[in-house]
């Protein structure tokens, strides 16, 4: 009986080791993000039909309209907005519309095409138009556009001249914060580079290149 018991026992132990050695199956992959889940549910709100139908009231005789339309393009992200927005900067009868779209155009802060535009906007005939390229510059933080800023310092409007001291005057603020950033950037990796150097023993290694106002000694 001892010995029946025994094997009995044996049986069961080796049942359940075999269970233990069978390989596993695999857990199922893991449910995707519940945000890419949800943005492959969003659909575009406009197709490209619609886009097409909202780029013809683009040449609507109601200025209003004409504005809404290109809003709506503009904010769809449509790739017909660009052109059509330069096009009506250009040649549109309004003037407060004109206005709008460089007001628009300051969303596109990266795009050499609208910064041409409106550079060209700078030059033309009436002074809102020239104030409102002015204030899109700035919003553009266009920092390459300052020998043209600066060429509306002889304008004939006395408004324009003093927008265009203002606007470089707040683009030479934005650049000063972007080289006091970099100054200060500067050195804290300087400071860290001798830390590193005196705790080591080591000779410090030679310094990256400086802008030239964080030329000044550091302190020790």
């Known amino acids: 009986m001892k010995y029946l018991f025994l094997f009995v026992l044996f049986i069961i132990a080796g049942y359940f ?4 050695l069978k390989p596993k199956p695999l857990p199922p992959p893991p449910p995707p993000p519940p945000i890419l889940s949800k943005l492959n549910t969003i659909k575009p709100l406009l197709s490209p039909q ?3 139908r909202i780029a013809q009231s683009v040449n609507d005789t109601n200025e209003k309209v004409r504005w809404q339309a290109l809003k709506l393009l503009v904010n769809g992200k449509s790739s017909l907005a660009l052109p059509l927005l330069f096009k009506h900067l250009e040649h549109d009868p309004s003037i407060s ?3 709008k779209i460089l007001g628009l155009l300051s969303q596109y802060k990266s795009n050499n095409d609208v ?3 409106v550079l060209a906007a700078l030059k033309d005939y009436n002074p809102d138009i020239r104030l409102a390229a002015l204030q ?3 919003d553009m933080s266009a920092y390459s556009a ?3 800023i600066t060429a509306l310092l002889s304008d ?3 408004p324009v001249r003093q927008k265009a001291l203002d606007v470089l005057n707040d683009l030479q603020k934005k650049r000063q914060k972007e080289i006091d950033a970099a100054c200060a950037e500067w050195k804290k990796e300087m400071q860290e580079r001798q830390a590193q150097a005196a705790q080591s023993g080591n000779p410090l290694a030679p310094a990256p290149p400086a802008p030239e106002e964080c030329a000044a000694p550091l302190n020790h």
């Open 50 to 52: 619609d886009e097409q």
């Open 136 to 138: 899109t510059l700035d």
């Open 156 to 158: 004939g409007s006395g």
């Open 146 to 148: 300052a020998p043209n």
């Open 17 to 20: 080791a075999l269970q233990e």
């Open 97 to 99: 519309l004109r206005v």
């Open 115 to 117: 910064l041409t535009h």
